[in-house]
């Protein structure tokens, strides 16, 4: 309810259910709604033509010319990154043995979703092994940042579309660049360590061409983006704002 008369202004209580006012006795709800009923109208055409600017960006935004489209595709590319061979690796236990190409999918799957994943963190104190599981640890904690910048970069990319920006996805691109080369580097690292301990429960190597693909695409993501984002910024100049943009459909509107 108003919290005042619409005619004579007088105060209205939360506990005041009666549809008129008590003190000029007009019925509040039927006050001059046809001018109310023009302003809603108004403020429903303002909120369209809003929506139409916003939809315009969007589709130039994504499916707007050739580089864009390439972009939206290359948004998705990195998913590539996810399936390819990163280790190849040599498991030895007394009684077991195993020998596996792992990529990110297959750690989440065949390791992380069946095994204590977040015990590994209490064996990075431990004397013989702390130090080598700390890098693995690492390693895996970077290839998860990669991938939840490149998955996040995605919704980004659709959503700063309809503002015409692509600063952030730039930012994204270059977490996940910097984290696919930090998991290689650490997971190098944990091999070399193992190498030297003394407890030989694992032994492998790197596949280098497939940390080379998802850094590569994530890359070029970095580069498709500053472009895209410079594209933006020229067409946010030349095209009319938002504001421009609703007074003119308004105007041919009524024309």
Request: with cysteine; hydrophobic share 50%.
């Amino acid at each position: 309810m108003a919290s005042k008369c619409p005619k004579c202004g007088a105060p209205l209580h939360w506990y005041n259910f009666r549809a008129e006012c008590k003190n000029c006795g007009v019925n509040i709800p039927n006050y001059n709604w046809e001018a109310r009923l023009e302003e809603d109208s108004e403020n429903a055409e303002v909120a369209f033509a809003k929506l139409h600017y916003k939809l315009a960006n969007f589709k130039s935004g994504t499916v707007g010319s050739f580089p864009r489209i390439l972009r939206l595709v290359f948004t998705l590319l990195p998913l590539v990154a996810l399936v390819v061979p990163l280790v190849k690796m040599n498991l030895v236990f007394p009684f077991y043995e195993k020998s596996e190409s792992v990529s990110f999918l297959t750690l989440v799957l065949n390791y992380i979703t069946k095994l204590d994943f977040f015990g590994g963190f209490s064996l990075m104190s431990a004397t013989a092994l702390g130090p080598s599981v700390k890098l693995l640890m690492f390693s895996i904690l970077a290839a998860f940042i990669a991938v939840a910048a490149g998955v996040l970069n995605f919704f980004v990319v659709l959503i700063a579309a309809i503002n015409l920006r692509a600063g952030l996805n730039v930012v994204l691109n270059v977490i996940a660049t910097a984290g696919w080369c930090a998991s290689a580097v650490f997971i190098s690292m944990f091999i070399t360590t193992q190498a030297q301990n003394t407890i030989n429960v694992f032994s492998g190597n790197v596949v280098w061409w497939g940390y080379a693909i998802g850094i590569a695409l994530f890359a070029a993501n970095v580069i498709i983006n500053i472009l895209t984002s410079r594209s933006f910024k020229k067409q946010r100049k030349e095209q009319p704002t938002i504001e421009e943009a609703v007074e003119k459909e308004i105007a041919e509107l009524y024309n």
